[in-house]
T-cell receptor, first 115, second 112 residues
Framework: DAGITQSPRHKVTETGTPVTLRCHQT?????MYWYRQDPGHGLRLIHY???????DKGEVSDGYSVSRSKTEDFLLTLESATSSQTSVYFC??????????????FGPGTRLTVL | QKEVEQNSGPLSVPEGAIASLNCTYS??????FFWYRQYSGKSPELIMF????GDKEDGRFTAQLNKASQYVSLLIRDSQPSDSATYLC????????????FGAGTRLAVHP
């Protein structure tokens, strides 16, 4: 398995509270991604990073922010959680560069419930 | 809007049969294509990738790519009950940064 961990693995929180999810990699990969997965929608990209302090929005970025201060850590923050953000969140990494086919490898996921 | 379409299934096949999973995509600039397997409650696991027209075989799995028709498929030979999972098709976007667009997945059920 690729060296990717996510924390917490499960979280229940209340509407309006801030939540931060952490993704940690030991592969020194350049690219990191946050997805959410909901029934009927598949995986949708929230934000991604192409280097330390280099991030950009994905297709469903409203209500989310990210930070990457070190190569190995990519944080996803829900500024004020809403019930529509109840989902399973996956982090993924990709090496990029010479010899890479741009494949992504996924962490174990975080199940977030917003009451 | 760039899209990846898959039949949601379930696709039900008997043990030992060939399972055929299909995927179409809209971005003509896409160069790399991936198949992920996802067991219930688990994370997606990469099983195949293909970037050239034609077939690519790996064990019981064969990926097929036709860029002119914007069509990718995955064949699973000698299907086993352990192959029962959701299969996600992913297409690299032409916008860079190794970004992928995923289909919603096809659920495969292999029955003994």
């Amino acid at each position: 398995d690729a060296g990717i961990t996510q924390s917490p693995r499960h979280k229940v929180t209340e509407t309006g509270t801030p939540v931060t999810l952490r993704c940690h990699q030991t592969e020194n990969h350049r690219y990191m991604y946050w997805y959410r997965q909901d029934p009927g929608h598949g995986l949708r990209l929230i934000h991604y990073s192409y280097g330390v302090k280099d991030t950009d929005k994905g297709e469903v970025s409203d209500g989310y922010s990210v930070s990457r201060s070190k190569t190995e850590d990519f944080l996803l923050t829900l500024e004020s959680a809403t019930s529509s953000q109840t989902s399973v969140y996956f982090c993924a990494i990709s090496r990029g560069g010479e010899g890479s086919y741009n494949e992504q490898f996924f962490g174990p996921g975080t199940r977030l419930t917003v009451l | 809007q760039k899209e990846v379409e898959q039949n949601s299934g379930p696709l039900s096949v008997p043990e030992g049969a060939i399972a055929s999973l299909n995927c179409t995509y809209s971005d003509r600039g896409s160069q790399s294509f991936f198949w992920y397997r996802q067991y219930s409650g688990k994370s997606p696991e990469l099983i195949m990738f293909i970037y050239s027209n034609g077939d690519k075989e790996d064990g019981r799995f064969t990926a097929q790519l036709n860029k002119a028709s914007q069509y990718v498929s995955l064949l699973i030979r000698d299907s086993q009950p352990s192959d029962s999972a959701t299969y996600l098709c992913a297409v690299e976007t032409s916008g860079g940064y190794n970004k992928l667009i995923f289909g919603a997945g096809t659920r495969l059920a292999v029955h003994p």
